[in-house]
T-cell receptor, first 111, second 111 residues
Framework: DAGVIQSPRHEVTEMGQEVTLRCKPI?????LFWYRQTMMRGLELLIY????????DSGMPEDRFSAKMPNASFSTLKIQPSEPRDSAVYFC?????????FGPGTRLTVT | RKEVEQDPGPFNVPEGATVAFNCTYS??????FFWYRQDCRKEPKLLMS???SGNEDGRFTAQLNRASQYISLLIRDSKLSDSATYLC????????????FGKGTSLLVTP
């Protein structure tokens, strides 16, 4: 199994630009989670899906952030417009139960 | 205030030493607890679950004290390869398999 796949691995963009992060969960997993990790705040849950349906988006910081899961094998997290304070590592994880398998993360830098 | 609090460390210990990490959680309704391990610039991975009766996996022992809302991880006979950040995790109550992560405790094992 290839594990959770995320792209891109690194993204550097200018303030105001749109950023799209992508995730392919492990086949057969019905939960998908998006996290953001910073030194200051640690690992924060942004949103999660169950069977492609968003269940809890209370962690999404503001309307600039949106996430979709059009099918069981693909999800996106979009930031529009991006700001320097969005700089962080964004992880996607998938699971069948409590054991979550994380992707390698996308390191986002907004200048 | 985060729902899961940990001492960030760093804990610097010599090879062969025994080291213990603690964390506290604020939501008494939390049902399940875990320790995840995160290597530098890598994704978190499940280390072990934490059961009320305590559980052991080789050199690692995890314990839960529900009355005090306190979780611990003990590592015996530390190896250089144990150097990592250890994340204390509580499953969110009434929220499927969503997890609350502590900010992590950094461990460095030295020769």
């Amino acid at each position: 199994d290839a594990g959770v796949i995320q792209s891109p691995r690194h993204e550097v963009t200018e303030m105001g630009q749109e950023v799209t992060l992508r995730c392919k969960p492990i086949s057969g997993h019905d939960y998908l989670f998006w996290y953001r990790q910073t030194m200051m705040r640690g690992l924060e849950l942004l949103i999660y899906f169950n069977n492609n349906v968003p269940i809890d988006d209370s962690g999404m910081p503001e309307d600039r952030f949106s996430a979709k899961m059009p099918n069981a094998s693909f999800s996106t997290l979009k930031i529009q417009p991006s700001e320097p304070r969005d700089s962080a590592v964004y992880f996607c994880a998938s699971s069948l139960d409590y054991e979550q398998y994380f992707g390698p993360g996308t390191r986002l830098t907004v200048t | 205030r985060k729902e899961v609090e940990q001492d960030p460390g760093p804990f610097n210990v010599p090879e062969g030493a025994t080291v213990a990490f603690n964390c506290t959680y604020s939501n008494s309704a939390s049902q399940s607890f875990f320790w995840y391990r995160q290597d530098c610039r890598k994704e978190p991975k499940l280390l072990m679950s934490v059961y009320s009766s305590g559980n052991e996996d080789g050199r690692f022992t995890a314990q839960l004290n529900r009355a005090s809302q306190y979780i611990s991880l003990l590592i015996r006979d530390s190896k250089l390869s144990d150097s990592a950040t250890y994340l204390c995790v509580a499953r969110k109550s009434n929220s499927g398999y969503a997890l609350n992560f502590g900010k992590g405790t950094s461990l460095l094992v030295t020769p």
